[in-house]
């Protein structure tokens, strides 16, 4: 497959910075959360896991050394071409700059990516950000989006959260994204 950027380029903003998170970023990846709501809230030692065991496909993004962004996900089990993204937030500080696109794009350019054709994720019907956000990635990758209830409001939330559609994104068409350095 040919190799091209179809996002801005990630280093076009020198002053953030991608990388995988460890295992002391889970409080401040845990407190992003909290505050960009309507995020589900995990707790810290969710997050915290999520910074130490699946470091390899999740996003922290700094700016001035700040967390401002983060991305997580996991190779789903089974389907070792399938990358599932679990949330994405972007501090308020960090808005209108594509930063959610730009993670999304360099955690699928990652080596540990290498054989993703497929982005899976849940969204809740009335959340038109994140719609809007894997619409976008879904054209850069050149790939269909399909959504289909999933986790539904009665039979796994007990009432409690909407119902989460599963967004599957793939498989990716002829271009893919530069390797992330």
Same mark, same amino acid.
């Given at each position: ?81 399938? *990358? #599932? ?6 501090? =308020? !500080? ?7 696109? %730009?993670?999304? $794009? /360099? ?25 809007? *956000? #894997? ?6 990758? =050149? !790939? ?7 986790? %539904?409001?009665? $039979? /796994? ?25």
């Amino acid at each position: 497959m040919p190799s091209v950027t179809l996002h801005r380029d990630i280093k076009a903003s020198t002053d953030i910075k991608f990388r995988a998170p460890e295992s002391r970023d889970g409080a401040a990846v845990w407190q992003l959360i909290r505050d960009c709501g309507p995020l589900d809230d995990n707790s810290l030692y969710c997050n915290l896991l999520q910074c130490d065991h699946f470091a390899d496909t999740c996003v922290l993004a700094e700016k001035d050394g700040e967390t401002v962004g983060w991305v997580s996900g996991y190779i789903k089990p089974g389907a070792p071409d399938t *990358l #599932f993204v679990w949330q994405v937030a972007v501090a =308020d !500080a960090a808005r209108g700059m594509g930063l959610a696109g %730009r993670m999304l $794009d /360099h955690l699928v350019a990652r080596g540990v990516c290498a054989a993703v054709a497929h982005v899976n994720t849940t969204i809740t019907s009335d959340n038109k950000a994140s719609w809007a *956000l #894997f619409r976008s990635f879904a054209r850069r990758m =050149d !790939a269909p989006l399909e959504g289909n209830p999933h986790f %539904r409001r009665d $039979d /796994h939330f007990e009432g409690r959260h909407d119902t989460e559609i599963m967004a599957e994104i793939g498989p990716f068409g002829g271009l893919r994204i530069k390797k992330a350095a």
